[in-house]
């Protein structure tokens, strides 16, 4: 039985969503995404938040059926917003930047971050930490 039909993306239909984003990004310059107050973009994700919590009978069911988990189990996974301390690990490879991909959706939560970078690469997560001290981050 199919449910449902997904194209798989060509080489053509990614240049063509990469275009699309640059014009996007690029659009109204003093308004676009990248110079927005973190106010602007807070109110666009509660926004989004909003309407999962809306939706989550139905994004429960459609998860259930598109990953084979348990109803219940993804029902639960809707209302999984954990706030509280998270401990974080960097690879060697990319320390800063997989570090920044980490820690920056952890404070936006209001957790409280633990970085362990890893003992081959860790002197620009120690920079990482410096600067969250200089800009007086609790």
Same mark, same amino acid.
């Given at each position: 039985? +199919?449910?449902?039909? +997904?194209?798989?993306?060509?080489?053509? /239909? #990614?240049e063509?969503?990469v /275009?699309?984003?640059?014009?996007?990004?690029?659009?109204n310059? =003093?308004?676009?995404? #990248?110079?927005?107050?973190?106010?602007?973009?807070?109110?666009?994700?509660?926004? +989004?938040?909003? *309407? +999962?919590?809306?939706?989550?009978?139905?994004?429960?069911?459609?998860?259930? @059926?598109? %990953?084979? *988990?348990?109803?219940?189990?993804?029902?639960?996974?809707?209302?999984? =917003?954990?706030v509280?301390?998270?401990?974080? @690990?960097?690879?060697?490879?990319?320390?800063?930047?997989?570090?920044?991909? *980490?820690?920056?959706?952890?404070l936006?939560?209001?957790?409280?971050?633990?970085? *362990?970078? %890893?003992?081959?690469?860790?002197?620009?997560?120690? =920079?990482?930490?410096? #600067?969250? @001290?200089? #800009?007086?981050?609790?």
């Amino acid at each position: 039985m +199919i449910l449902w039909d +997904i194209p798989a993306a060509t080489g053509e /239909d #990614v240049e063509l969503a990469v /275009d699309a984003a640059r014009r996007a990004f690029a659009r109204n310059k =003093e308004a676009n995404w #990248v110079n927005a107050p973190g106010v602007v973009r807070a109110k666009y994700l509660r926004a +989004i938040a909003a *309407k +999962i919590r809306e939706r989550k009978s139905e994004l429960a069911k459609l998860e259930a @059926i598109d %990953s084979g *988990k348990p109803l219940d189990e993804t029902t639960w996974d809707i209302d999984d =917003e954990p706030v509280g301390v998270v401990g974080l @690990i960097t690879p060697w490879n990319y320390p800063l930047l997989l570090a920044t991909w *980490k820690v920056a959706p952890a404070l936006a939560a209001g957790c409280a971050a633990i970085l *362990k970078p %890893s003992e081959l690469a860790s002197v620009t997560c120690l =920079e990482l930490a410096d #600067v969250c @001290i200089e #800009v007086g981050l609790p």
